[in-house]
């Protein structure tokens, strides 16, 4: 599964012109350990981080940031607003529910209408909004 950090250090390799190996070289790592990094198999440690970051010429955060326009996996949120946002889908569906309710009874009373003679409904199920 490949990381947000794996991303960006091929995005910012790529940007260099760097291929896997030459970025390995400078590394003193094989391409193979690159590539996972790539991947997000594994991750550099320690020096190996640092010297990652001085070759790509990018700050160790900046090898961790996610892009601006970018969605986050998943968003933090607290227990009142996840709370509210549990009452508003509450509410919504029960609103679809009532509104289900109503569209069978307006479909009803128009089939009654047309089964007594009144204006000709041809499907009543095509009710307009």
Known sequence: MESQFGKNIR?????????????????????????????GIT????KRL???????????NQLYET???EEPDTVVISKMEYDRFQQALTREN?????????????????????????SPVENPTSVPN
Do not use: C, F, Y
């Not at 291929?19 to 690159?34: D, M, N, P, Y």
């Not at 991750?43 to 320690?46: I, K, L």
């Not at 640092?50 to 160790?60: I, P, R, Y």
């Open 50 to 60: 640092l010297l990652l970051a001085e070759v790509l010429e990018v700050t160790q």
């Open 67 to 69: 892009e601006k326009n």
């Open 94 to 118: 029960e609103l679809l529910r009532e509104l289900a309710e109503l569209r069978k009874e307006k479909i009803k009373d128009l089939e009654a209408e047309r089964i007594k003679g009144g």
């Open 11 to 39: 995005k910012i390799r790529l940007a260099k012109g760097l291929t896997l190996k030459q970025l390995a070289e400078k590394l003193g790592v094989s391409h193979q350990s690159v590539e996972k990094w790539e991947k």
């Open 43 to 46: 991750m550099p440690t320690g």
